[in-house]
C-alpha cells in the first residue's frame, strides 16, 4: 500500500493549504485515515482523523482550523488547513489504520508546510 502526500509549501500566517493524501488502494473500508506532523526534535502528533463511518476528530489546538476529509471514490484523504500559523509549521504524514485489533499500518514520505511571513 503507498500513501503520497501533496500539497505542502510556504504559506504565510493566516492563509491556507489544502494537503491531499492520495493512497493505492480502496480506502472505503480502512478504519481510519489519519494526518500527523512532525517537528524536528519532537514526537509525531495527531491532529486529525476520518474514520470509515464517517467520523472525524481533531487535535484541541487545530479545531476550527483543520478539516479532513476522505474522498472514497477518489482514494483520497485530504487536510485543509485554514488560519495558518507558525506553530503549524512542520512535515505532515497521512497514515492508514485498519483499527485496533489489526496489523494494518501505512505511512506517507510526508510534505512539509512552512508558515513564515
Known amino acids: 500500500v503507498q500513501l503520497v502526500e501533496s500539497g505542502g509549501g510556504l504559506a504565510q500566517p493566516g492563509g491556507s493549504l489544502r494537503l491531499s493524501c492520495a493512497v493505492s488502494?480502496?480506502?472505503?473500508?480502512?478504519?481510519?485515515m489519519r494526518w500527523y506532523r512532525q517537528v524536528p526534535g519532537k514526537e509525531r502528533e495527531l491532529v486529525a482523523t476520518?474514520?470509515?463511518?464517517?467520523?472525524?476528530s481533531y487535535l484541541d489546538s487545530t479545531k476550527g482550523r483543520f478539516k479532513v476529509s476522505r474522498d472514497n471514490a477518489k482514494n483520497t484523504v485530504d487536510l485543509q488547513i485554514d488560519s495558518l500559523k507558525p506553530e503549524d509549521t512542520a512535515v505532515y504524514y497521512c497514515?492508514?489504520?485498519?483499527?485496533?485489533?489489526?496489523?494494518?499500518?501505512?505511512w506517507g514520505q510526508g510534505t512539509q508546510v512552512t508558515v513564515s511571513a
Open positions: 497514515n492508514a489504520f485498519g483499527g485496533p485489533d489489526s496489523n494494518f499500518l501505512f
Open positions: 488502494m480502496e480506502i472505503t473500508h480502512i478504519y481510519a
Open positions: 476520518s474514520l470509515y463511518n464517517g467520523r472525524t
